[in-house]
């Protein structure tokens, strides 16, 4: 198994739909986080903790008895930070038409048993899609600065 990449595979549930009939988003908010967190401790062996999601893309709906494939990537680690790629689809076990669903980065770090971050292993990547994975962390990490200063400000003004 590559420590690097985590593949969760299970069917969509009726507990798992909205009232329009599909799966809901908080769902697959919750299927992001258990396989990201999983990768992350995976990688490195460590406890870690949620510290960003972002720019979470619904690109299509989940129906009830698909099959759902999550799966986590590491795209970039920094000191003690994982910054993982979760992409999810959904194959209608019928057909075997296989759709792309869902698509995100979120960010754990690893911390001891006082909460304190620590070092984890460099992810070094090695072929020329993994290199483009890694350059595409790196510019989100860019506009997160943008949008945490941004955040920053709205709540400043929000205490006036």
């Not at 992350?40 to 720019?55: P, R």
């Not at 989940?62 to 759902?68: K, N």
């Not at 993994?130 to 929000?158: F, V």
Request: aromatic share 8%.
């Amino acid at each position: 198994m590559q420590s690097n990449i985590v593949t969760f595979r299970f069917l969509s549930e009726p507990a798992d739909v909205n009232f329009g009939g599909k799966v809901h988003g908080g769902a697959v908010m919750k299927w992001i986080d258990q396989a990201g967190y999983t990768c992350a401790v995976n990688w490195s062996s460590q406890y870690c903790v949620t510290v960003y999601v972002g720019g979470i893309r619904f690109i299509n709906p989940i129906h009830i008895g698909d099959m759902v494939e999550v799966q986590a990537r590491i795209i970039y680690t920094g000191r003690s930070s994982m910054h993982i790629a979760v992409d999810i689809r959904a194959i209608n076990p019928k057909t075997k038409k296989e759709t792309k669903t869902t698509h995100c980065v979120i960010v754990f770090a690893a911390v001891d048993d006082n909460g304190k971050t620590v070092e984890v292993p460099a992810w070094i990547p090695q072929t020329e899609q993994e290199k483009k994975l890694q350059a595409y962390a790196l510019r989100l990490s860019e506009l997160r600065k943008d949008i945490n200063e941004a955040t920053l400000a709205q709540l400043e003004k929000g205490e006036e």
